[in-house]
């Protein structure tokens, strides 16, 4: 056991944490009043390499680790809840399909200027009546020849209407049991009959990019299929599975930034003659706040170790996940608390943390299916 | 060209100082490179994209210092060399740190040496100057501009606010003041290359000194947070009575008259 950073992941959240200190959070308030998606700071998160922590140096990255890559999470997160979802979306959900599923062309092709921060890609799994139940899935795809006829809706698409491609799910099949055969398929978002909204008007995580796709005979050439034809369903489990290590990290700093504003109102606040940090009412939830935060970070970087050691990581990356969203609710939920009649005002900055983190136990799966997860790896 | 820079590792003075018998506590004290070493490192990189060389970042320290230097690396140096006095100098100063940097920059013909103006923790402006007088070279402070023509420099000096411009030549050493230059990032791919260029480990035997010979000139006798401010007094009554009030505690009070 050795529970120390590398110097290198050190220096990763030091380099994080003072470009998201100057660059991210004197803005996020501003962000989040005009929900717009800052795209000149993430062309400098781009420069700097931070789309590329976790691919290797021949597809852009910078040969980082997955825990590297969640303090980033968590430094960007802590600065500002949007702009650390859509950056956690780009990169575990637009890159991380293409480097762990795609030939050597579409690595090439895709990932290669998404690790360089040069272009965005998104993951378009969800849809009006599909999420976590993939069964629901009506996208279809039908192969013509040599391309792939698409037609479908998806909905909540981050990032989307920024990207260069979408990875689409798709029904492509039936299998021998009847059951539906799910693909995944890039489709550039240029295709003739594939419109992007992004109308959506959201409670937080304002400064991400969210999208509704509708995909009316949409038509891309075959080799645009990702990976495996019939192991869709496999493939974008195993993309969340290391999507929620990065919302979990993602809480993480939302609730981090919650509590260090919480902690020092309560220092600077005089009620009765004394700092209300005095009081034990204070200081308990001080306290709780702290504890959580720390346990849920250590569970973070457990299943972050885990996926970098090649072994089994789905139920801990859903313990990281659901601890840490639920945790951050809880935390930002007592940091207005703490700062009372302020805490309820824009002006403080608090009241955003908990509208942002809210979004955490919805999104990459909400907290009944982490509990589902969970329950199925134990052998349920 | 040979470019040396100057680094030191400080505690980060934006941080909660906690002093322990007499001493500032490194316990949970958060370090980083001296704020000021980093427009030095900045500058460095800049001439020596524009002019070519290579960069080699120095520090006198323990080998906690070796994050600051792979960190100086990650920003674009090209090599590092830490001169690590832990166990063999028990108390150091700046006469200390100046000493050691010129025996081991004395034989390596350098063009160029930037330092930081001053180092956020002790602030003394001490070590640059004092390696250049030990070396025999010129050397200009609180530098916010450098431009280098063949061996012809031009320096613009920060002189409390004015400006001085200043003509001199290589090889220079030159301590850096706030608005010399933005700093960068060190990138991503910088962090993961600085693990491989190379980082040189120095000991006082290496440099062939002795420890008498880097004695500290100075004691400290004793350190303490400065006193807590205090709320201010707001005097009341007539204007004239104000006044006089004023005048009596400045005698009394204060007894700054």
Redesign the interface.
């Known amino acids: 056991m050795n529970f120390e950073l590398t ?2 992941q ?3 959240k ?2 994080v944490r ?2 998201a200190e100057n660059e991210i959070k004197p803005y996020a308030a501003e962000w989040d009043r005009t929900a717009e998606f800052p795209i000149e700071t993430f062309k400098k998160m781009g ?4 789309f ?2 976790p691919f290797p ?1 021949e597809y852009g990255g ?3 680790d997955t825990i590297s890559y969640a303090i980033a999470v968590e430094e960007i997160g802590r600065a500002c809840g949007g702009v650390g979802l859509s950056y956690a979306a780009a990169v575990s959900l637009g890159a991380s399909p293409i480097y762990y599923f795609g030939t050597e062309e579409q690595k090439q092709k895709w990932l290669v200027p998404m690790a360089k921060g040069e272009t965005f890609g998104a993951f378009g799994l969800t849809e009006p009546n599909a999420g976590s139940d993939a069964g629901g899935t009506r996208t279809r795809a039908v192969l013509y020849g040599d391309e792939y006829v698409i037609n479908g809706e998806k909905c909540w698409i981050t990032n989307a209407g920024y990207a260069r491609q979408v990875i689409v799910t798709a029904v492509t099949g039936k299998d021998e049991k009847g059951k539906n055969i799910i693909s995944a398929i890039i489709v550039p978002t240029d295709t003739p009959g594939f419109t992007i909204n992004c109308n959506y008007d959201k409670m937080g995580v304002r400064a991400s990019n969210t999208c509704e796709l509708v995909l009316e005979d949409v038509r891309v050439p075959k080799e645009n299929l990702l990976g495996d034809p019939k192991k869709g369903f496999k493939q974008f489990l195993y993309t969340l599975d290391g999507g929620r290590i990065s919302i979990a990290a993602l809480s993480v700093g939302i609730a981090q930034a919650a509590f260090e504003k919480a902690l020092k109102y309560a220092k600077e606040r005089t009620q009765f003659g004394q700092s209300i940090s005095k009081f034990q009412a204070i200081q308990f939830k001080l306290a709780d706040m702290a504890m959580q935060i720390e346990l849920a970070r250590n569970m973070v970087y457990k299943a972050a170790w885990l996926k970098d050691n090649n072994k089994p990581f789905t139920k801990e990356a859903s313990f990281a996940k659901l601890f840490a969203s639920e945790m951050g609710f809880r935390v930002c939920n007592q940091a207005i608390q703490i700062h009372g009649g302020y805490g309820y005002m824009k002006e403080y900055e608090v009241e955003r943390h908990l509208r942002d983190i809210k979004l955490m136990e919805i999104g990459e799966g909400t907290s009944e299916v982490q509990r589902i997860v969970i329950a199925r790896q134990l052998g349920c | 060209m040979n470019i040396f820079v100057l680094m030191k590792r400080t505690f980060d003075t934006e941080e909660k100082i906690v002093i322990n018998n007499g001493a500032v506590s490194e316990d949970g004290a958060e370090f980083i490179i001296n704020p000021y070493d980093e427009y030095a490192i900045e500058e460095a990189i800049q001439v020596r994209d524009k002019h070519g060389g290579e960069i080699t970042v120095v520090t006198v320290g323990n080998e906690e210092a070796e994050k600051e230097l792979r960190t100086a690396l990650a920003m674009g140096c090209d090599k590092a060399v830490l001169i690590n006095i832990e166990d063999d100098v028990e108390e150091s100063d700046q006469y200390t740190t100046a000493k050691i940097l010129a025996e081991y920059l004395k034989d390596k013909n350098p063009d160029l040496i930037l330092a930081g103006n001053v180092a956020i923790d002790g602030g003394s402006g001490q070590v640059g100057p004092r390696v250049a007088e030990l070396l025999g070279i010129p050397y200009v402070t609180t530098i916010t501009k450098l431009d280098i023509d063949g061996s012809k420099v031009t320096v613009v000096r920060d002189v409390e606010g004015d400006e001085e411009i200043i003509e001199t030549s290589l090889p220079l050493l030159v301590t850096a003041q706030q608005g010399l230059n933005e700093p960068r990032y060190p990138s991503l791919p910088g962090i993961m290359k600085a693990k491989k260029k190379p980082l040189e480990e120095l000991e006082l035997d290496d440099l062939d000194l002795e420890e008498d010979d880097v004695e500290a000139k100075t004691k400290t006798i004793e350190i303490f947070l400065p006193p807590k401010k205090e709320a201010g007094k707001i005097l009341q009554g007539e204007l004239v009575d104000q006044v006089k009030e004023l005048v009596s505690l400045l005698h009394t009070e204060a007894k700054v008259v």
């Open positions: 110097k290198e050190q220096m990763i030091e380099m003072d470009f420069e700097l390499g931070l590329g922590i140096e910078s040969g980082g």
